[in-house]
């Protein structure tokens, strides 16, 4: 997939860059067992690379690659992301009600 960029804005900054961001997925598991909320969950698996390769004002913005992994439910849509960056780890989860 490849999105084109123009008009960028992030919070009062605004902008424009030309080039190109590709993301490629793979499903790994269609039943990878993952932990949330304290519970074991079989969930399907998909791991991404996001990849950018851009320039703004005619300056190239070093490359820099995004690895993701999400883990997906039928009832919960997206169960668990983690994401790696040249910024360190993240992650988010699903919570249910108690």
Sequence with gaps: MVI???GLKAGPV?????GR??????????????KVDGKEIEAV???SVLEMDLS???????SQDFNMTNW??????????TATTQ????GIEYVAKK
Excluded at 72 to 81: A, F, P
């Design 14 to 18: 605004k902008g424009s860059a030309t």
């Design 87 to 90: 910024f360190g780890k993240t």
């Design 21 to 34: 961001v590709s993301i490629s997925a793979k499903i790994v598991s269609m039943a990878d067992p993952v």
């Design 45 to 47: 698996r998909v791991d």
């Design 56 to 62: 703004m004002n005619g300056r190239k913005i070093p």
């Design 72 to 81: 997906y439910t039928k009832e919960t849509s997206l169960l668990k992301q």
């Design 4 to 6: 084109p960029l123009s």
